[in-house]
């Protein structure tokens, strides 16, 4: 009898959970134990990671494929979206990735990786394995030349001004951050010699602290108005330091000196590439020079217009040349200034001819006043690439621009029209698209 009244005094009416109301009731004024505290925040954390494991991956496949990707593309697994890109209304074809064992698989930087040499760039070194960080502040880079690879895990996007410090762990940095092109690069000539000073710097800086071999892509255009046919490695230039490209033009030869010095003095391990005109997919259609404009025009039927009399000589180079040579420019011994380029060289007109020929073009052709210190001529020396690198173009003008010509049109039906970018400076796009891009 004792032990029944004391089981109900024990066991009250107001301390049985009967109701919703008590049970939360009795939820709100239980004090938790600290390790049943603890073991409930594991368990939320364990779920929460499980679900974004899960879950956040196929979401965001969904994402980036929903607007890009064409529909008929579906891969045998999940696993093939990790070892290959994504076919895009850009770039179609799939590219598969190369699975390299940690001692081999680098760490590269590719600033202006967006751009159209530097997202060709990444194409070849995502193929081969390497983790791969591209920095762009989409002034002339569109993300949609890098949009195949957004998925990927070996694959980093930074939107980064390179004059701004930067802080990551690399092995390799191909610095090819800057405007290339005249109308781009002389909208704001404080801003393109920021990017090539203080930007290098800053990737010197990079280099230097976390021991990374760097590559800086100069450019012919520090040979200025060459006195000197063919140009050489040898030859130091004939620049006007205060005309309209010598924001560009000072400023690469600026950079150079800067890679020299930290080599000389830091020892940083440094490689320079001193490009010539190169042409290929994913060119800006509106960046003002010869090959684009005179596609673009070519294919519309409008005017091809040429600034001068057209006996200027340009050598032209494809963009996967290119590439090539700068990769084995970053992984061979050789640190002095090379050029890459093609040594087949045209005139302006007959290029012009040569690419209405091609395109079936009903096309005029006007001749406008010249550009101040536009070059007379430019050719390429390229026996030093030829003995150090073992590189020379493989690809001929010819086949080259059949690519091009197809890309071009692929833009123009997207679309509808396109005005050329005249002579003078010029945006490479609205503010509203860059950021759209971002």
Known sequence: MRMTQQLKHRVRPNNIVGT?????????????????????????????????????????????????????????????????????????????????????RLKIMVTGGAGFVGSHLVDKLMMEGHEVTVLDNFFTGQRKNIEHWLHHPNFSLVVHDVTESIMREVDQIYHLACPA?????????????????????????????????????????????????????????????????????????????????????SQVDIRVARIFNTFGPRMHPNDGRVVSNFIIQAL????????????????????????DGLHALMN???????????????????????????????????????????????KPVIQVAKDQLGWEPKVKVEDGLKKAIIYFQGVLDEAGEIIPTGPGAAKPKPKEEIISSI
């Open 300 to 323: 519309q039927d409008k005017p091809i217009t040429i600034y001068g009399d057209g006996s200027q000589t340009r050598s032209f180079q494809y963009v996967s040349d290119l590439v």
């Open 332 to 378: 061979g011994g050789y640190d002095m200034p090379v050029n890459l380029g093609n040594p087949d060289e045209y005139s302006v007109k007959e290029f012009a001819t040569y690419i209405k020929d091609m395109t079936n073009s009903k096309s005029t052709i006007v001749y406008l006043p010249k550009n101040q210190d536009d070059p007379t001529q430019r």
């Open 181 to 265: 092109s005249p109308p781009h690069y002389q909208y704001n000539p404080v801003k393109t010699i920021k990017t090539s000073t203080m930007g290098t710097i800053n990737m010197l800086g990079l280099a230097k602290r976390v021991k990374a071999r760097m590559l800086l892509t100069s450019t012919s255009e520090i040979y200025g108005d060459p006195k000197v046919h063919p140009q050489p490695e040898t030859y130091w230039g004939n620049v006007n330091t205060i005309g309209p490209r010598s924001c560009y033009d000072e400023g690469k030869r600026v950079a150079e000196t800067m890679m020299y010095s930290y080599r000389d003095q």
């Open 20 to 104: 919703n109301r008590d049970f939360f009731d009795n939820i709100r004024n239980t004090k938790p134990s600290r390790g049943r505290s603890y073991l409930l925040s594991v368990v939320i954390l364990c779920v929460g990671i499980t679900i974004g494991y899960v879950c956040l991956p196929s979401l965001l496949l969904s994402t980036l494929t929903s607007k890009e990707t064409p529909s008929n593309y579906h891969p045998d697994t999940q696993d093939n979206y990790r070892s290959e890109s994504i076919p895009t209304v850009t770039t179609p074809i799939v590219m598969k990735t190369h699975r390299l064992v940690d001692g081999k």
